[in-house]
């Protein structure tokens, strides 16, 4: 049974920084691209960092510079360091495998993400 558990979220002031981690298990996870996703409510989940197998990374245009994507894949393991952060980032924050733009598996909880001064 997949399952994705998020953690890391909080309330930060703009301009702060949080590290999120995303624990995966119930598949080979090594071989998956990986994904963080982030969701406010009445809007569509959007893609905003992913990582490949091969740890090539890729970023939404309104995270660039500001976003890291990591993984450790001996740990079944995804990291987002978030530094510089806008309140426009508030959101949930859920990890999934990566199908094109979507999440291949059921979501997890998510954790929630909160800029605000």
């Known amino acids: 049974q997949v399952q994705l558990v998020e953690s890391g979220g909080g309330l930060v002031q703009p301009g702060g920084s949080l590290r999120l981690s995303c624990l995966a298990s119930?598949?080979?996870?090594?071989?998956?691209?990986m994904g963080w996703y982030r969701q406010v409510p009445g809007q569509q989940r959007e893609l905003v960092a992913g990582?490949?197998?091969?740890?090539?990374?890729n970023y939404a245009d309104s995270v660039k510079g500001r976003f890291t994507i990591s993984r450790e894949n001996a740990k079944n393991m995804v990291y987002l360091q978030m530094n510089s952060l806008k309140p426009e980032d508030t959101a949930v924050y859920y990890c999934?495998?990566?199908?094109?733009?979507?999440?291949?598996?059921?979501w997890g909880q998510g954790t929630q993400v909160t800029v605000s001064s």
């Open positions: 119930g598949f080979m996870f090594r071989i998956y691209s």
């Open positions: 990582i490949s197998n091969v740890e090539r990374t």
């Open positions: 999934n495998a990566q199908k094109g733009d979507s999440g291949l598996y059921s």
